[in-house]
């Protein structure tokens, strides 16, 4: 079964600095991914995906991500923080085979230094 | 195009009560999945149904259940309510089809707070 870790659950960065979100991957075969990014009381908002069609991925809010297949891993990042990006992000992993569930990791809760 | 829609947004409940979440998909989509967020737990699925068929289900005891109407809305239903299902129960539609990324979108979720 596909999973995902989510190294860190809390990250901190100043406003105006990079944003560096971890995830790794555990699948025997590239899966589609998934950054998602919750406010408070609300739902999960999809910030971009990964379907193999290139590594390299951007998303909205001036997001984007990395797919290393060597390394696992599908990075979450953002050049230059801002105050609106505090909120909890979210991995997910979905296999590529007939119609598996999609599978969240834990969590990044990312705080925004003024 | 209108989002995923959940009714209702907050609920009060006591132990031992029953409740039934409703959730409204985006348009032309045919599967619905629910989740369960707590700080505790983080997201568990709690199931998928497509086309009124529960597709896939998580670990979670029978009073927790579901089923999906012909139009693709879908309710959930928890009986004899305990202390720890108190959490924001969060649905998601997609257009359910085999073979693609199945991006799921979000409702705004409804928080059930049991006491």
């Given at each position: 079964?596909?999973?995902?870790?989510?190294?860190?659950?809390?990250?901190?960065?100043?406003?105006?600095?990079?944003?560096?979100?971890?995830?790794?991957?555990?699948?025997?075969?590239?899966?589609?991914?998934?950054?998602?990014?919750?406010?408070?009381?609300?739902?999960?908002?999809?910030?971009?995906?990964?379907?193999?069609?290139?590594?390299?991925?951007?998303?909205?809010?001036?997001?984007?991500a990395e797919f290393k297949k060597s390394e696992t891993s599908f990075h979450l990042t953002k050049p230059s923080a801002h105050m609106s990006d505090a909120a909890e992000y979210f991995c997910?992993?979905?296999?590529?085979?007939?119609?598996?569930?999609?599978?969240?990791?834990?969590?990044?809760?990312?705080?925004?230094?003024? | 195009?209108?989002?995923?829609?959940?009714?209702?947004?907050?609920?009060?409940?006591?132990?031992?009560?029953?409740?039934?979440?409703?959730?409204?998909?985006?348009?032309?989509?045919?599967?619905?999945?629910?989740?369960?967020?707590?700080?505790?737990?983080?997201?568990?699925?709690?199931?998928?149904?497509?086309?009124?068929?529960?597709?896939?289900?998580?670990?979670?005891?029978?009073?927790?259940?579901?089923?999906?109407?012909?139009?693709?809305?879908?309710?959930?239903?928890?009986?004899?309510?305990?202390?720890?299902?108190?959490?924001?129960?969060?649905?998601?539609?997609?257009?359910?089809?085999?073979?693609?990324?199945?991006?799921?979108?979000?409702?705004?979720?409804?928080?059930?707070?049991?006491?």
């Amino acid at each position: 079964a596909q999973s995902v870790t989510q190294l860190g659950s809390h990250v901190s960065v100043s406003e105006g600095a990079l944003v560096l979100l971890r995830c790794n991957y555990s699948s025997s075969v590239p899966p589609y991914l998934f950054w998602y990014v919750q406010y408070p009381n609300q739902g999960l908002q999809l910030l971009l995906k990964y379907t193999s069609a290139a590594t390299l991925v951007k998303g909205i809010n001036g997001f984007e991500a990395e797919f290393k297949k060597s390394e696992t891993s599908f990075h979450l990042t953002k050049p230059s923080a801002h105050m609106s990006d505090a909120a909890e992000y979210f991995c997910a992993v979905r296999g590529n085979f007939g119609n598996e569930k999609l599978t969240f990791g834990t969590g990044t809760r990312l705080t925004i230094i003024p | 195009k209108a989002g995923v829609t959940q009714t209702p947004r907050y609920l009060i409940k006591t132990r031992g009560q029953q409740v039934t979440l409703s959730c409204s998909p985006i348009s032309g989509h045919r599967s619905v999945s629910w989740y369960q967020q707590t700080p505790g737990q983080g997201l568990q699925f709690l199931f998928e149904y497509f086309s009124e068929t529960q597709r896939n289900k998580g670990n979670f005891p029978g009073r927790f259940s579901g089923r999906q109407f012909s139009n693709s809305r879908s309710e959930m239903n928890v009986s004899t309510l305990e202390l720890g299902d108190s959490a924001l129960y969060l649905c998601a539609s997609s257009l359910g089809i085999a073979g693609g990324p199945g991006e799921q979108f979000f409702g705004p979720g409804t928080r059930l707070t049991v006491l």
